[in-house]
């Protein structure tokens, strides 16, 4: 089986994958042009950020999944791999701790402007009395949107400061509130508005969606009370960044963010966020999987959805299963298969 890994991966695992009889190709620095090249003949493509857009699956000629090394695959055209009869597998939960350790510490961040102290010491400013007061962690209230298994991790280490929790998910309901020891706080629309203005801060861990694109819109932010934490490791296509901006200016609101709108697709380039001279803000390089333990578990996991594979002809967490059955139903076409 021939494997492209077209970001960083962990090296025991590709030694792993030879093992297993695959022959792999390690080329990290891959961008969405130069990879439709670089795709041809592949049978498994493997990808962390790197985006897979329509033209790299039209290209290949014998793939037969991408495996996104991580949760969300919205860097993936699913649609476009379906229609081509190609799998797309992710990794849920493998780096859940370690985006719930960044989103913690971002919320560390905002209550005691740690970025703004070390921009200012780097500077020769002493500015002590600036920075004298902060209101602390214990106590406050902290709504996590998103229930999934980074919003359970978040909760976790939440609790273990003396921090009050709502919780709000589409499928959230009072008993599953209860286990997590956290406050119901609904999931509809409506109720998410209400629970906002409970808070002292609001993380933010939902999948990028049509029908999540956005919902950090002015409602949103008019919703959350002044001086307020918002932390977002999620997706930057959630916020509107225009509202949020305003909402820093008018309402004091602090922010930390791991994700924007628009962020370059590569590993290293020069760009500048119109977030970027927020005051009271902190940010971090959309680094919230890249820890060595997360990325063990994700590598791990890749290796192991191969593995069954060879073994059993069977993809595990394929993402795109009901689009596969539709683009295959006896009503349409049949798809170009791969393999």
Same mark, same amino acid.
């Given at each position: &089986?021939?494997?492209?890994?077209?970001?960083?991966?962990?090296?025991?695992?590709?030694?792993?994958?030879?093992?297993?009889?695959?022959?792999?190709?390690?080329?990290?620095?891959?961008?969405?042009?130069?990879?439709?090249?670089?795709?041809?003949?592949?049978?498994?493509?493997?990808?962390?950020?790197?985006? %897979?857009?329509?033209?790299?699956?039209?290209?290949?000629?014998?793939?037969?999944?991408? %495996?996104?090394?991580?949760?969300?695959?919205?860097?993936?055209?699913?649609?476009? /791999?379906?229609?081509?009869?190609?799998?797309?597998?992710?990794?849920?939960?493998?780096?859940? *701790?370690?985006?719930?350790?960044?989103?913690?510490?971002?919320? *560390?961040?905002?209550?005691?402007?740690?970025?703004?102290?070390?921009?200012?010491?780097?500077?020769?400013?002493?500015?002590?009395?600036?920075?004298?007061?902060?209101?602390?962690?214990?106590?406050?209230?902290?709504?996590?949107?998103?229930?999934?298994?980074?919003?359970?991790?978040?909760?976790?280490?939440?609790?273990?400061?003396? *921090?009050?929790?709502? %919780?709000?998910?589409?499928? &959230?309901?009072?008993?599953?509130?209860?286990?997590?020891? /956290?406050?119901?706080?609904?999931?509809?629309?409506?109720?998410?508005?209400?629970?906002?203005?409970?808070?002292?801060?609001?993380?933010?861990?939902?999948?990028?969606?049509?029908?999540?694109?956005?919902?950090?819109?002015?409602?949103?932010?008019?919703?959350?009370?002044?001086?307020?934490?918002?932390?977002?490791?999620?997706?930057?296509?959630?916020?509107?960044?225009?509202?949020?901006?305003? /909402?820093?200016?008018?309402?004091?609101?602090?922010?930390?963010?791991?994700?924007?709108?628009?962020?370059?697709?590569?590993?290293?380039?020069?760009?500048?966020?119109?977030?970027?001279?927020?005051?009271?803000?902190?940010?971090?390089?959309?680094?919230?999987?890249?820890?060595?333990?997360?990325?063990? /578990? %994700?590598?791990?996991?890749?290796?192991? *959805?191969?593995?069954?594979?060879?073994?059993?002809?069977?993809?595990?967490?394929?993402?795109?299963?009901?689009?596969?059955?539709?683009?295959?139903?006896?009503?349409?076409?049949?798809?170009?298969?791969?393999?």
């Amino acid at each position: &089986m021939r494997i492209l890994l077209a970001d960083n991966f962990d090296s025991s695992s590709v030694e792993r994958l030879r093992e297993l009889g695959c022959d792999v190709r390690c080329e990290p620095r891959l961008g969405p042009h130069t990879l439709v090249e670089a795709v041809t003949g592949v049978d498994v493509l493997v990808v962390r950020s790197t985006k %897979v857009p329509a033209a790299v699956i039209a290209t290949a000629d014998a793939l037969r999944c991408i %495996v996104r090394a991580g949760a969300g695959y919205d860097n993936i055209d699913v649609t476009a /791999a379906a229609a081509a009869g190609v799998r797309v597998c992710n990794c849920p939960g493998m780096n859940a *701790i370690a985006v719930a350790e960044l989103a913690f510490g971002l919320l *560390i961040c905002c209550d005691r402007r740690l970025a703004e102290q070390t921009a200012q010491f780097r500077q020769g400013r002493w500015r002590k009395k600036e920075y004298i007061r902060a209101r602390g962690l214990k106590g406050m209230t902290l709504g996590v949107v998103g229930v999934g298994s980074i919003g359970e991790a978040l909760i976790q280490r939440a609790r273990a400061f003396d *921090i009050s929790i709502f %919780v709000w998910s589409r499928s &959230m309901t009072v008993d599953r509130a209860a286990e997590l020891g /956290a406050t119901y706080g609904g999931r509809d629309r409506a109720s998410l508005l209400r629970m906002l203005g409970e808070c002292d801060a609001v993380s933010i861990h939902l999948a990028a969606t049509d029908e999540t694109q956005g919902m950090c819109d002015r409602e949103f932010f008019a919703a959350m009370n002044d001086g307020a934490f918002f932390i977002n490791t999620a997706r930057g296509a959630l916020v509107d960044e225009s509202a949020l901006r305003d /909402a820093v200016q008018s309402k004091g609101l602090r922010c930390g963010l791991d994700v924007y709108q628009d962020q370059p697709p590569v590993p290293e380039a020069e760009w500048k966020s119109p977030l970027a001279d927020l005051p009271g803000a902190t940010f971090t390089h959309h680094i919230g999987a890249s820890t060595d333990q997360a990325q063990r /578990a %994700v590598s791990e996991e890749v290796v192991r *959805i191969i593995r069954v594979f060879m073994e059993t002809g069977h993809f595990s967490n394929c993402v795109n299963e009901d689009e596969l059955a539709q683009a295959t139903s006896p009503d349409r076409p049949v798809p170009h298969q791969r393999g």
